[in-house]
């Protein structure tokens, strides 16, 4: 099954990709005279490059939801977020040019991170529905953690403070509802509608969906991406990992020499998200870089 979720993951972080550049490239190409997000939306949902990467990105997120309920949240979460560096060279080939060489450095940093991680966690064990005591605790003490960073968010000194604090409180937001998305899969597929729509899950996700999203586009607003970027990637998948661990009884390989490489892995996946999100304040606008991040907070 790990296999399989992989798999499965790995095209779902394809279509995130592709779904980003055609965005990306779409926005970037709007007249200096549309002004506004209203403007921008109305000008790009005439445009069927965009379009195109918005049923890339439903793809996406079916095939994401798809390998949540066959695998461990430990095999997909981090393939699903390094996502965003393979939009790097998807980006470069729409353009007609060969990556820049730091583009090919956040490559290799996240492939090599991301290959190093899942050899070393190894995840076993697992099952197919959360123990409901554990989930709701994580969630309760995830939103808890969330809040406190979005109330410190607005009374630190500096734009890109605030945009990072923003960022943990995403991060923590999305590794939440990736779990979640689980929970709600099982009760999907195992009992009737009246079971999903009485879960606590189900509308756990929907409401920490929706919250999720405003934060990131609030930390949009305070600074650049690579100032909320990173941490919110990072946060998302430790949360999602512990998520699988706590709720789903996922279990990684977690001798002294395994932890130390897991952490040395994800590290490298950070890196290539640093490095990606500072091309991206030096190559588009804030309002494109915005449309940009969207797509990757999921």
Known sequence: MSALAGSIAAVSALCFAGSTSLQHQAAQGAP???????????????RPLWLVGQVLAIVGLVLHAAALHVGSIAVVQPIVISGVVLAVPV???????????RELVAVLFA?????????????????????QL???????????????????????????????L?????GVLF??????MKS?????TQGGLVEVLTSWTTWALAVLGIVAVVTNQHAYRFARLSASMPVLNVVDGVVALVFGVVAFSEVLRHSPVYLTIEILGFAAIAV????????????????VAGRVEDRMGY
């Open 175 to 180: 590794g939440l509802v990736a779990g979640l």
């Open 111 to 131: 492939a090599v991170g991301l290959t190093v991680f899942l050899v070393a966690a190894n995840p076993t064990g697992g099952t197919a529905g959360p123990q």
């Open 166 to 170: 923003l960022g943990v409180a995403a």
């Open 184 to 188: 709600f899969l099982y009760d999907a």
């Open 32 to 46: 200096v005279d549309v002004q506004g997000s209203l403007a921008l939306v109305a000008h790009l949902l005439r």
């Open 134 to 164: 554990p989930a709701l605790l994580i969630c309760v003490f995830g939103v808890a953690v969330a809040a406190g960073a979005g109330v410190l968010a607005r009374f630190v000194a500096t734009p890109v403070r605030s945009a990072f």
């Open 272 to 287: 290539g998200l640093i490095i990606v999100s500072r091309l991206e304040d030096q190559d588009t606008s804030p309002e």
């Open 91 to 101: 980006r470069s080939a729409l353009e007609g040019r060969w990556p820049w060489p």
